[in-house]
Structure formats: C-alpha cells, structure tokens
C-alpha cells in the first residue's frame, strides 16, 4: 500500500475573485489522475487567501502607536506590523526581531501568518483565510457539486516551530476527514496497550505534500493518493492545543 | 515529478545485535523496488535503538532520589523517571504530568525519547541512539558496501509539538543529504526575493514516512522515491536550534 504525491501544476498565479475550485479541477484533469476514492487533496494556504481576497494594500495602512513602537523594536515595516496585530489575538513572544503570536483563528505562528511572498506586487501582503476549515469545506463542496470529484480537502501553510530550524507545512484548514489516526487502546507488536500515541495525521500530509510545494515554482496543490484517512468529519482547529493545556504558551 | 512513498514491511521484530543493515537490504529486495538514484530510505528510530541494543531493563534501575520525587509529582513510574533522567541534559519544562526535556543529543521532546511501547517485553524501555547521525552514516555506509544501495539515510522520532495536538513523525539522524531547502536569495514567482525561507525538508520527509508508519503494524522502514533531495554531507542536528536562539526554552 504505497503513497503516492502529484504536483497539480500549471495553476497560473491567482487573484482575488478566481474561481478556485475551477482552477483545481482543471489541474487534476490536465495531470490525467482522475479523482480516486483514495485521493486527498491539498492547497496551499496562499492560494486559498488569494481567491477569498484575504489580502492587505499596504499604501492604505495606517499604522497605529503600537504598531510604530513594535515596528521600530523589531526592526520591520510598521504598516505590516499594523497588519499583524489586526489579525493577533495575543502576542506570545517577542524578541530577536521575532513576532510570535496567537492569530484570531488560534494559529501560534510568527507574524499571524502575513506574508509578503509570493504576494500579487511589492506592498501587497497576504492573510490567512478568516476561517480556514471553513474554506477547506467549501472548495470540498464546490469540486463535488460541480465537478464530481470527491475529495477531502487539506489546507497549509508553513510555519516554524519551536527548538528546530527550518519551516515545514502544517495543516490549518480541514474538511472530509479525521486529522488524528487514535491508537489509543489499540495494541502495539508486542500486545501491550497503546498509551499516548494519538499521531496528527493533517500535520503529516501537510508536511509530505510541502515536499512538493516550493516556494519558487507555482505548486499550489498536491493530490495524495494511497493514504488510508478516515473519511467523516473533522477540522484543523482539532489540532489545536488549548492554551491552558499548553506548557509553552 | 511525483513522490512515491513506498513501507519496506515484513521485517521482523528488531533484538539487540541484529544484523539491520541486511534486513532492510533484504525487504527492499523482497518489495522488488530495487535501489533508484532518486530513493531515500526512512527507519524508525526504535528499530536501530533496539539493533543498537539502546535498551534499559527496568528490573536492573535503582531510582535515585530525584527520580523518586519526579515520578511522584508526575504520576511516573521511578524507574523509568530514572532512566530519562540519565538521558537528559536539562529539564525543559515538568508539568500537568509531562517531562519535557532537552536530551545528551540536544532533542527536546518529552522523555527523553524513552519509550515503553513496542519494546521487547514489558520490563524493557527504549532508548534514542547514542548519536543518530552516526547511526544513519553506518546504516547508509553498510547498505553500499555490502549491498550496492547507495541511499541517504533518515532516522525518525515521534515526538508532540507545543500549541498543537497529536504527535508528528521528525528526523532525529541523516547521512547523505541537506537536511534543509534554502530558497535565501533565491526568487518568487513574482520576481520578489526569499528572505527567510529555509525549508527543513529532513523533517517533511520523516513526516510524510510517518504516514506509512502506523504504531500497530511492523513497517520500520519506508522509501521515498522520487523526492530531489540534494545529496552530500548532512546530519539531522543541523536542525537542532541554539538554545540561546530558541524564544521557548
């Protein structure tokens, strides 16, 4: 039972307003995989944010005191720091030229996920979807409704972590399966009962499908074929630890 | 240019001083993949702990004081608290019964890496490799000289992450390939250049095998085919951050 990723590529660079959904559908028929019960789909974050028009205009920002006061510490741009703290519920660190914060969707991310790569000019910055499940059940909805095609759907966006280097892709945006695979009182290979071990399966298939999406190629969307998810149910806001649960918040 | 992730299974259970390197020779033989320039071979870390004989017998530990007031505050048993605290350089965080720990390798994770489940029996806990760099260079030294497979080697850890649910497979040793993607200097597709855009692609690859590597069923090992890794010296510390650099430690 392989895995198998493909790149949906040739997804020309978006724009508030595109019909995403038409644009993965197409893709999916351009690569000639069909759409298998098996199938699992992934979009980046960025592309998704496009669409929905999740994007800042920083000529019309007007940075308040706080943001100026933040900007100046950290040595960034106090209209994006501006930017920033419309989409944080709360700061949880800052330092060393970093902003680490709570998004309003509950995200831990350094500067609430605003990013001014691969953006549409030079001070246009883009944001998380408002709601990313919610996003991620809607282009579900749209690619069955009128495409047929059956598939879970994963959003990703990429995120440092903490104690480790480097960026990976995480899931924020769910729809049409289980994030977590339980093995919580299955048993292991040698009988004995299976204590912790609950594994965030969306973290994984986010982080395989990121292997595929780099940043200066347009890979906006993987399909992941062969992985054996739990259809039903289930959002990306399960990942998230609640804060007094949390050791490092 | 698809991924394929591929579970090496019917390997059997791993005992101290087994021969790993001609199992996994042999279950890449058995799955008839043979040994592609374009292959990366992934194995859990319990499986090269336990070849490694990386075990301690609970029934031989003499918990000391401290492992005695740890185990009671946290609902452990002493002497397993005993056995992580030999493999800890310093306590992270000790709370809502959690140890989190910085490990003698420089892993933070809770722990220390020991592990109870598929152990040998139920008087036996597992223990990280000494040094996993080394073990993935001898791994991937052995599979060429012996077998011809000229393959980078991964070895992996599950391990939790702060702010989310749900544990994620990461890498804990490498040989033969750049643990990270740096896209520093390099464009996006609107022309913009990557500031800070390092991707730790060792990890989206222990990620995406982890998705083979369910807890239940014996696959050890996994083989991705297909990722352009960029070959070379590599070793999964690099991913380690300095704890002067770390905003959570």
Known sequence: MAIHLFPLDGIPPIHPGDDLPALIAEAIRRAQLGARPDDLLVVCQKAVSKAEGRIADLESIEPGPAAGRIAA???????????????????????????????????????????????????????????????????????????????????????????????????????????????RGRRDLTGRELQHTVVAIADELASAAGLLMEKDRGVPAVLIRGYRYTAGPGAAKELLRDREKDLFR
Not at 82 to 111: K, P, S
């Open 73 to 183: 510490e950290l040595g960034k741009d106090a209209r994006i720091v501006e930017v920033i703290l419309r989409e944080t519920r709360r700061v949880v660190r800052m330092d060393q030229g970093h902003l680490i914060v709570e998004t309003r969707q509950g995200f831990v991310c350094a500067n609430a996920g605003v990013d001014e790569s691969n953006s549409l000019d030079d001070h246009t910055v883009i944001l998380l979807p408002e709601n990313p499940d919610a996003s991620a059940a809607a282009l579900r909805a749209a690619l069955l409704e009128r495409y047929g095609m059956d598939l879970p759907v994963l959003i990703t966006d990429t995120f440092g972590r903490p104690w480790r280097e480097g960026l990976v892709e995480f899931a924020i945006g769910a729809a049409g399966f289980q994030p977590f695979a339980d093995y």
